[in-house]
Antibody, heavy 116, light 107 residues
């Protein structure tokens, strides 16, 4: 059974940093593109970043570009999102999801709050 | 960026009704269109991929159609457990973009 479990969220001050992790199991992680999607409180879904299986290609939304870095460790079945220079508007639940086109499995999400 | 416009933004219907949600893309996206269901406090769940393909395990009362810029998502015989927000999402181009969501309530 496919499982994705995010961790690392929390409260951080504006300008601060946070590193999210997503632990994957139940599928061949190293063969799949994986994606970060976020959802600000009371709003819709926003694609943040996708990384291909071997990390050859990493894509970012305009809002993430230059501040966020996506990486993965296929040996440990882990996906990461390093978030720097955080802003209030980055406050959201961050989901990891399997896939790059359609997202067929999702984690439960980890909340990030950026506030002083 | 490709803009995805869903309508209506909210919808109220009775158990047993048929409901339809539309999604319009700002440019031709062929059939690279997916539909998700999200219940409060939960992660989204993929229902339909490539416009009309039912994800494994999803009840057959859910369906999708369309291509190009106009897409339709339908639920036949609405069930109480279908209360959720529904999103369309395109993957013809980066960035991947979602519609704003349609909140479905039961009357």
């Amino acid at each position: 059974e496919v499982h994705l479990v995010e961790s690392g969220g929390g409260l951080v001050k504006p300008g601060g940093s946070l590193r999210l992790s997503c632990a994957a199991s139940g599928f061949t992680f190293g063969s799949q593109t994986v994606t970060w999607v976020r959802q600000a409180p009371g709003t819709g879904l926003e694609w943040v970043s996708s990384i291909t299986a071997s990390s050859s290609y990493i894509y970012y939304s305009d809002s993430a570009k230059g501040r966020f870095t996506t990486s993965r460790d296929n040996a440990r079945n882990l996906l990461f999102l390093q978030m720097n220079s955080l802003r209030a508007e980055d406050t959201a639940v961050y989901f990891c999801a399997r896939g790059g086109g359609y997202f067929d499995f999702w984690g439960q999400g980890t909340p990030v709050t950026v506030s002083s | 960026d490709i803009q995805m416009t869903q309508s209506p933004s909210s919808l109220s219907a009775s158990v047993g009704d048929s409901v339809t949600i539309t999604c319009q893309a700002s440019q031709d996206i062929s059939n690279y269109l997916n539909w998700y269901q999200q219940k409060p406090g939960k992660a989204p769940k993929l229902l339909i991929y490539d416009a009309s393909n039912l994800e494994t395990g999803v009840p057959s009362r859910f369906s999708g159609s369309g291509s190009g810029t106009e897409f339709t998502f339908a639920i036949s015989s609405l069930q109480p457990e279908d209360i959720a927000t529904y999103y369309c999402q395109q993957y013809d181009n980066l960035p991947r973009t979602f519609g704003q969501g349609t909140r479905l309530e039961i009357e």
